[in-house]
């Protein structure tokens, strides 16, 4: 990566989208194990900080489920030589011990796909995180679960409002 491109990416690209969904949040979180209702919903905060000199986002989240607290770390960011979105993930819930790495095409908005093992030595599932910033206050992030034969059901839905 030159730092030219680098440059020009945090003044009028895909950094400087990354840049926008820096802040503090609250907002709601709604977990579904399958198609219907949610199990859960509840109220998360979250902070979005830019790192490493504007490259990344570290997202340090906590919600709970049924009383029991959930928290979380992502990393976001945009690979410029290799055309990507990119995310490491992990939480106190869904990923257990394993960091979840999903990369995605840089085209269009932030839309990354990684994969997680049954625990039971079965085919891996898909997992798709989409993230959308429709207005300067508000960030809303959907993941998507994938099953081995390719049905999705949404499993995740966050939607924050900027804290004032």
């Known amino acids: 990566m030159a730092k030219k491109e680098f440059e020009a990416s945090k003044a009028e690209g895909a950094h400087r989208r990354l840049a926008a969904m820096a802040g503090d949040w609250e907002g709601t979180f709604k977990l579904w194990f399958e198609p219907g ?6 109220k998360q905060t979250g ?31 945009h690979h410029l030589d290799g055309g990507t979105w990119e995310a490491a993930w992990g939480e106190s ?8 790495y999903c990369t995605g095409p840089a085209a269009g908005g932030f839309n990354v796909l990684g994969s997680y093992g049954d625990g039971q030595g079965g085919p891996d599932w898909g997992w798709r995180t989409e993230i959308e910033q429709p207005d300067a206050d508000t960030l809303v992030i959907v993941m998507t679960n994938i099953s081995p034969d390719g049905e999705e059901a949404k499993a995740v839905e966050t939607r924050y409002t900027r804290k004032r």
């Open 47 to 77: 902070s979005i900080r830019s790192v490493l000199g504007g490259r990344f986002l570290l997202h340090e989240y906590e919600t709970e489920m049924n009383g029991e607290p959930i928290s979380g770390i992502a990393l976001y960011g």
């Open 93 to 100: 819930f869904g990923t257990g011990t394993q960091l979840m």
């Open 37 to 42: 209702d949610p199990v859960c919903e509840s």
